[in-house]
């Protein structure tokens, strides 16, 4: 695909080629967890994520944890070798930036969105786009919480396993409490370890309200040729990250396996252990 030779220096035109952007900011979210800025406009709707390059070093998917007009960031939390290379770059650096790829989420009135840890980075600007959410957002501590500026004055409840911040307990707990007691939600959305994301999808079918999850998978192409993002018969990478309540009842592999870069099929908590 051939970049448009109309669009303008500052707009990243959709590419499977990564175009060399200068980081504009870097702002510390929170422990280990960094925001990347850059003043560029892209074409983008919530959900979809992007392929960011570090030459000689690895390419992986970032989701868009900011957007505005001119201005876009993804937030990377330092876990591997990619990540910890990247946690070193400062404003005025470059990355290789392409995308954005993948399905969108539906944006829908009456909502909740549940995050975990760094996962609310793929939610965020969903938040901004829905009307007054309900967001229950949860962490192991206080330290490892994103956004707290950010989301000052929206509805949401926040946990952390320790107590050190917020309620102490888990984000499905408070979900369970919400969906009892609010009979006017009509669509969850969540993006978060894949353990909590399972349990806010069974808690949805026995409530009878639609669940939409971003899923993680090793992702190497975005455009569907590789096939180690294969969850079931679907490609996350083009026919997600994104999935519904029906996709994600017939999935078998949804909580349950992945594919490591090799492409074989390990238990999710092997993947994440070795994938990062």
Request: hydrophobic share 35%; net charge positive.
């Amino acid at each position: 695909m051939q970049q448009n030779n109309n669009s303008s220096k500052s707009e990243l035109c959709k590419t499977d080629i990564s175009q060399m952007l200068e980081v504009s900011d870097v702002v510390q979210e929170g422990k280990g967890q960094k925001s990347f800025f850059f003043r560029h406009s892209i074409d983008y709707k919530p959900g979809q994520f992007l392929m960011v390059w570090i030459p000689g070093i690895d390419e992986k998917p970032m989701a868009v944890s900011y957007h505005i007009k001119k201005e876009f960031a993804f937030t990377s939390q330092s876990i591997g070798k990619f990540t910890n290379a990247l946690d070193k770059f400062k404003k005025g650096d470059k990355l290789g930036i392409r995308g954005p790829y993948g399905n969108s989420f539906s944006i829908r009135p009456n909502a909740c969105v549940v995050a975990g840890g760094v996962g609310l980075s793929s939610v965020s600007t969903l938040i901004d786009a829905l009307k007054n959410p309900l967001t229950v957002y949860g962490a192991r501590s206080k330290e490892h919480l994103i956004y707290l500026k950010r989301y000052k004055n929206k509805n949401m409840i926040i946990t952390t396993d320790d107590g050190s911040f917020g309620r102490k307990g888990f984000t499905t707990d408070v979900l369970k409490e919400v969906l009892a007691q609010n009979k006017k939600i009509k669509i969850v959305y969540t993006c978060g370890p894949e353990i909590m994301m399972k349990k806010v999808f069974e808690i949805c079918q026995r409530h009878k309200i639609e669940c939409e999850a971003s899923l993680e998978r090793y992702m190497a192409c975005a455009f569907g040729i590789c096939g180690k993002c294969m969850i079931n018969d679907k490609i996350c990478c083009i026919d997600g990250p994104i999935f519904n309540s029906k996709q994600l009842s017939k999935m078998t592999d949804f909580g349950n396996f992945a594919r490591l870069k090799s492409g074989r099929k390990v238990t999710i908590k092997e993947y994440h252990s070795r994938h990062s």
